[in-house]
């Protein structure tokens, strides 16, 4: 299979946000990644439900919907009908993480759990099954253009064994520092997507950017 590339729109051009949106329909890119950061769970605020909204009129590509935010549950039923078509929730950011797991799935978005990078992957025994998608930060979440975290590659390794111990079939996606030298490597022990945000579009040809990590 080839690699997933998921492009994040956080490092788009807002003011130029539809050229860039059809620059991404129009390469070989998989998904949208859409990051929505409440400047409570992260540092940060980013953008909310009406863009993501605006986003899924134009996008032709499934729209990865990454909830850094506390209380994720209020919300799910919101980002469906903005048009989520996978939803990630953290694993830090919830209480019942089985139940906010369910009600993804039943308003028909796969579900994606995602950890940071300081949380071991065997919180995820006893929900792997449950879940179609698992996101390890490579960076603390919050910012664009951070630093990549060495230890990813170990955690993806350990992420494997588990997914294959429990005989599912779980996407492993990798979000931060993702660029050619990464993400080589990130394919190499055993991502199956790639999240890129500033890589992609700060460089000179973001459409030949995402083809070529498209090939990793």
Not at 41 to 52: A, D, E, K, T
Not at 126 to 136: F, H, N, Y
Not at 154 to 174: F, G, P, Q, W, Y
């Amino acid at each position: 299979m080839q690699t997933l590339i998921s492009p994040s729109l956080l490092a788009a051009d807002f003011m130029n946000l539809k050229a860039d949106i059809d620059m991404v329909n129009n390469s070989d890119a998989d998904w949208f990644h859409l990051d929505i950061m409440d400047g409570v769970f992260v540092p940060n605020i980013s953008y909310g439900l009406p863009l993501v909204s605006q986003i899924s009129k134009i996008a032709k590509k499934p729209l990865d919907v990454h909830l850094m935010i506390i209380d994720p549950d209020r919300y799910i039923e919101a980002f469906k009908k903005a048009g989520s078509d996978i939803l990630t929730v953290h694993y830090e950011a919830c209480t019942h993480l089985h139940r906010t797991v369910q009600n993804i799935h039943s308003h028909g978005m796969k579900a994606g759990v995602s950890l940071n990078p300081h949380t071991p992957i065997s919180v995820l025994e006893d929900i792997i099954q449950d879940i179609d998608l698992v996101l390890l930060m490579s960076v603390n979440p919050g910012f664009g253009g951070q630093s990549f975290i060495e230890n990813t590659y170990t955690k993806i390794k350990k992420l494997k064994a588990l997914i294959t111990e429990k005989n599912t079939d779980v996407i492993i996606e990798i979000d931060g520092g993702v660029n050619l030298e990464t993400g080589k490597k990130l394919v190499e022990a055993g991502a199956d997507a790639l999240v890129a945000g500033s890589f992609v579009f700060n460089s000179t040809n973001p459409t030949q950017t995402i083809a070529e990590l498209k090939q990793l």
